[in-house]
């Protein structure tokens, strides 16, 4: 007879929506089953930032959209904004069909942290936030094309708010604990940071440092530091990229661009031949251009107007760049496993005191055994202002979760539990009905 642990595992599949095989994380690479993947793809949010409309929902624009990403030959696309209150199955099965991914950023305008001052970051961070960011892996952890979640962008987007990096680790280690106690896979948690020059490389060992509950499964940047000279391509050499690679060459997670693109003072995506080479690929796992649509800041590579999109120059030559850059082949000097980096120091770019991390909220705790709850959309009236936020230090190894997502029980020594981890091993009422899917499943294949 089979044991519960497989009988979970079966439960998992039977519940999973696509047809996509889930990305994971080994050793500094993803991989898709055994084969390596790299990300390849483009940020995707018309209406911008400012219009924060979630894409998926625009059924007919998405349908028109999808054959742009046919051509552009991507497997990724990047949303910043979702409504996590509204059913996803129509859009995100329109991207497995066409064999896409999602990167999905987990915060929202309304819902997110507020970096302004040490009081703004302690106060944002609660439980009616926590609720939001919760929701949204409610809504999206079932669909097997997810491929990862973001715990924030540009948080840090400058040497003076570094002092928000403890907060959105803290985020970071919420969401990973989240999954582990509620989902029915695993699903990588990362951060996608500024390049802001002084502070890069601290921002990368700071994910990437501490107990395991702690540190992020991945490591992204936005990367404009490729830009076309007047009458020629700037290059490997003169974008600095070398040192990035000496840098980052030993970093055991996963590494890949979550926005590039200059558009100084012309476009020609040089950098996309260099992406998808065995130059970077014993580090990075590819990146995402950005943008699809034309915004005010006019990054965009297809124009917006009256529902109809019209392809720009960049889209061509972007897609003509996707085209020529061929993958490198078996794991492309990827390694299979590091050593957890060393916390970065304070001085006097890096305003990070020490190693430990906020207490999630107190009212936040519940969550992680009973669930998200209702969640609030794109409509709710915001966290800023709203809920208790964390009051104390954690403890080192306190977002341990209390089981793991094949529905067995975590091991017991492997985090110390603190004020803000839970005491006892639980198994979510989700989980007890998916395995009664399987179940079902496996009768009517006995007929």
Same mark, same amino acid.
């Given at each position: 007879?089979?044991?519960?642990?497989?009988? %979970?595992?079966?439960?998992?599949?039977?519940?999973?929506?696509?047809?996509?095989?889930?990305?994971?994380?080994?050793?500094?690479?993803?991989?898709?089953?055994?084969?390596?993947? !790299?990300?390849? &793809?483009?940020? !995707?949010?018309?209406?911008?930032?400012?219009?924060?409309?979630?894409?998926?929902? #625009?059924?007919?624009?998405?349908?028109?959209?999808?054959?742009?990403?046919? =051509?552009?030959?991507?497997?990724?696309?990047?949303?910043?904004?979702?409504?996590?209150?509204?059913?996803?199955?129509?859009?995100?099965?329109?991207? #497995?069909?066409?064999?896409?991914?999602?990167?999905?950023?987990?915060?929202?305008?309304?819902?997110?942290?507020?970096?302004?001052?040490?009081?703004?970051?302690?106060?944002?961070?609660?439980?009616?936030?926590?609720?939001?960011?919760? %929701?949204?892996?409610?809504?999206?952890?079932?669909?097997?094309?997810?491929?990862?979640?973001?715990?924030?962008?540009?948080?840090?987007?400058?040497?003076?708010?570094? /002092?928000?990096?403890?907060?959105?680790?803290?985020?970071?280690?919420?969401?990973?604990?989240?999954? /582990?106690?509620?989902?029915?896979?695993?699903?990588?948690?990362?951060?996608?940071?500024?390049?802001?020059?002084?502070?890069?490389?601290?921002?990368?060992?700071?994910?990437?440092? +501490?107990?395991?509950?702690?540190?992020?499964?991945?490591?992204?940047?936005?990367?404009?530091?490729? $830009?076309?000279?007047?009458?020629?391509?700037?290059?490997?050499?003169?974008?600095?990229?070398?040192?990035?690679?000496?840098?980052?060459?030993?970093?055991?997670?996963?590494?890949?661009?979550?926005?590039?693109?200059?558009?100084?003072?012309?476009?020609?995506?040089?950098?996309?031949?260099?992406?998808?080479?065995?130059?970077?690929?014993?580090?990075?796992?590819?990146?995402?251009?950005?943008?699809?649509?034309?915004?005010?800041?006019?990054? +965009?590579?297809?124009?917006?107007?009256?529902?109809?999109?019209?392809?720009?120059?960049?889209?061509?030559?972007?897609?003509?760049?996707?085209?020529?850059?061929?993958?490198?082949?078996?794991?492309?000097?990827? =390694?299979?496993?590091?050593?957890?980096? =060393? $916390?970065?120091?304070?001085?006097?770019?890096?305003?990070?005191? &020490?190693?430990?991390?906020?207490?999630?909220?107190?009212?936040?705790?519940?969550?992680?055994?009973?669930?998200?709850?209702?969640?609030?959309?794109?409509?709710?009236?915001?966290?800023?202002?709203?809920?208790?936020?964390?009051?104390?230090?954690?403890?080192?190894?306190? &977002?341990?979760?209390?089981?793991?997502?094949?529905?067995?029980? %975590?091991?017991? /020594?492997?985090? %110390?539990?603190?004020?803000?981890?839970?005491?006892?091993?639980?198994?979510?009422?989700?989980?007890?009905?998916?395995?009664?899917?399987?179940?079902?499943?496996?009768?009517?294949?006995?007929?």
């Amino acid at each position: 007879m089979k044991n519960f642990a497989t009988i %979970a595992a079966l439960a998992a599949v039977a519940a999973a929506k696509g047809n996509l095989t889930p990305i994971t994380v080994k050793g500094n690479a993803f991989y898709k089953g055994n084969e390596r993947f !790299y990300v390849r &793809g483009v940020a !995707y949010q018309p209406g911008g930032a400012a219009d924060a409309q979630d894409p998926l929902l #625009d059924i007919e624009g998405l349908k028109r959209d999808v054959e742009n990403f046919k =051509k552009l030959g991507i497997n990724t696309i990047r949303i910043y904004t979702i409504d996590n209150s509204k059913n996803h199955d129509e859009g995100m099965k329109m991207l #497995d069909d066409a064999g896409i991914y999602l990167a999905l950023d987990a915060n929202t305008p309304k819902y997110s942290l507020n970096r302004e001052n040490e009081k703004t970051l302690r106060t944002s961070y609660n439980e009616e936030y926590l609720r939001s960011v919760f %929701a949204t892996i409610d809504a999206f952890q079932d669909y097997s094309n997810l491929m990862v979640l973001f715990s924030g962008n540009e948080v840090i987007n400058a040497k003076n708010n570094s /002092n928000a990096a403890p907060y959105v680790k803290a985020v970071t280690r919420d969401m990973k604990q989240y999954i /582990n106690n509620r989902s029915p896979r695993q699903i990588p948690v990362g951060y996608s940071a500024a390049d802001v020059a002084e502070i890069i490389e601290q921002q990368a060992l700071y994910f990437d440092c +501490g107990t395991e509950d702690e540190r992020a499964d991945f490591f992204a940047f936005n990367d404009y530091s490729w $830009c076309d000279f007047k009458d020629k391509l700037q290059t490997f050499e003169g974008a600095g990229w070398p040192a990035k690679m000496e840098t980052y060459k030993n970093f055991p997670k996963p590494i890949f661009l979550s926005e590039h693109g200059c558009i100084e003072p012309n476009r020609q995506w040089g950098e996309v031949a260099a992406i998808y080479s065995e130059k970077m690929s014993a580090v990075y796992s590819g990146g995402l251009a950005y943008e699809y649509t034309v915004e005010p800041n006019n990054y +965009g590579i297809v124009e917006l107007k009256d529902g109809k999109i019209e392809p720009n120059k960049d889209f061509e030559s972007l897609r003509e760049a996707y085209s020529k850059a061929k993958n490198p082949t078996g794991s492309a000097g990827a =390694k299979e496993s590091g050593t957890p980096s =060393k $916390c970065p120091p304070k001085d006097d770019d890096w305003d990070v005191e &020490g190693t430990l991390l906020p207490q999630i909220p107190a009212k936040a705790v519940a969550f992680m055994k009973d669930g998200a709850g209702k969640a609030p959309g794109l409509a709710g009236a915001g966290s800023h202002f709203a809920g208790t936020p964390s009051t104390g230090t954690a403890t080192p190894g306190s &977002g341990q979760a209390t089981r793991t997502p094949n529905g067995q029980a %975590a091991p017991a /020594n492997s985090g %110390a539990q603190g004020a803000s981890g839970a005491n006892s091993v639980e198994i979510p009422m989700k989980f007890f009905g998916m395995i009664g899917a399987s179940v079902l499943l496996g009768v009517a294949l006995m007929f």
